[in-house]
């Protein structure tokens, strides 16, 4: 094949050497000055830096980043090309990445990021509430008229062979005051089962928020059906306190967490239906990042209701203890969501 590409003359190529040359040495103290400084902060972590070395590494980052554009301009040796991309990632990773290590980011979560995030979604939180009493009570009307209704609300893979035809003795010794089966059955197997169905269902409710927040309302009054339908039951074997603490020891967190997963699908819903002056897109994004750490930490009480429900639930064998467990983890929640993470000018955003 005839190569019809010039030739490149000696004095040509002699020329981009130079120039590679006298570039390289104009430039190079300011680019060993940033290597030594990256390297003192990969070995010691930002601290190492002065505060005017803090200052200077991002002025000493950004003329490399032009000498980078530079040497890609004008087709400088493909060696210094790689050393300053190298060079450019490593100081971008230092002046822009984050401050802060994991147990500080974890910190940050427990601290402010997840109560803040929970107060952002109150109204709806105020009206997963209200959708979720509308199901208990209506359950509970139900089934109270005519315990046959039973099976209405509740299947057969909830109940587990609870029902009307359940006898008083059999609710209180089998489900209610049931003796403790062990470490292994109640800490390991149980928990796990019941964080899983309940994550599950949190997941639901957020998700189905995307479908304008109606599945979601649905699946909240079905789940206070439910409860109401079970309170119902046990009233009519004279059992309907013993129920509730039985329930309570961990619904506090349970239910809270259905609730706050279900506030979380709506919030999504009104930010798609009331965008405001911003597109639906952006709407969206902005109300994203409250939304998403609100479920994050639904997933974590889920995993500690199922903990409480598997395992302590049984160890506390009366009904006072129960209302007494319950009642201290509801002030607990309460006052960490309502006073955790607070500016001092009582400001959020």
Not at 102 to 109: C, D, L, Q, R, T
Not at 146 to 160: C, I, K, Y
Not at 300 to 323: D, N, S, V, W
Request: hydrophobic share 50%; glycine share 8%.
């Amino acid at each position: 094949m005839i190569n019809y590409a010039p030739p490149v003359s000696t004095n040509a190529a002699k020329e981009i050497t130079l120039r590679s040359a006298e570039f390289r040495r104009a430039r190079e103290d300011s680019w060993k000055k940033l290597a030594d400084m990256l390297e003192r902060v990969e070995r010691s972590g930002i601290g190492a830096l002065s505060a005017s070395e803090s200052t200077e590494i991002a002025l000493l980052y950004r003329s490399a980043v032009s000498s980078l554009s530079v040497a890609r301009n004008i087709a400088l040796d493909r060696g210094l090309l790689l050393y300053l991309e190298n060079l450019t990632l490593r100081a971008y990773l230092v002046v822009y990445g984050p401050r802060t290590g994991a147990v500080s980011n974890i910190a940050e979560f427990f601290m402010r990021g997840w109560p803040r995030a929970v107060r952002s979604v109150r109204r709806p939180l105020l009206a997963a509430v209200t959708a979720f009493f509308v199901g208990v009570i209506a359950g509970y009307v139900m089934v109270s008229r005519d315990v046959n209704n039973f099976g209405l609300f509740v299947s057969e893979s909830v109940a587990q062979g609870r029902g009307p035809a359940s006898t008083r003795s059999e609710l209180m010794n089998e489900e209610l005051f049931a003796p403790w089966p062990g470490f292994v059955k109640t800490f390991v197997v149980f928990a796990n089962s019941l964080f899983r169905h309940n994550a599950r269902i949190g997941i639901l409710c957020f998700g189905l928020g995307f479908l304008l927040g109606v599945p979601t309302i649905f699946l909240i009054v079905s789940n206070g059906a439910v409860l109401g339908a079970f309170t119902a039951l046990h009233a009519e074997k004279e059992l309907a306190v013993d129920f509730i603490g039985w329930l309570s020891i961990h619904g506090v967190t349970e239910i809270l967490a259905v609730l706050l997963a279900g506030a979380a699908g709506l919030a999504v819903a009104h930010s798609i239906i009331f965008p405001g002056a911003m597109s639906r897109t952006d709407s969206l994004a902005s109300a994203g990042r409250h939304i998403a750490v609100t479920v994050v930490g639904c997933v974590l009480m889920f995993f500690i209701a199922g903990i409480i429900e598997g395992g302590f639930r049984q160890l506390i064998a009366h009904t006072p203890g129960r209302y007494a467990f319950a009642a201290a983890t509801a002030v607990l929640w309460t006052c960490y969501f309502v006073c955790a993470g607070r500016v001092k000018d009582g400001a959020e955003n």
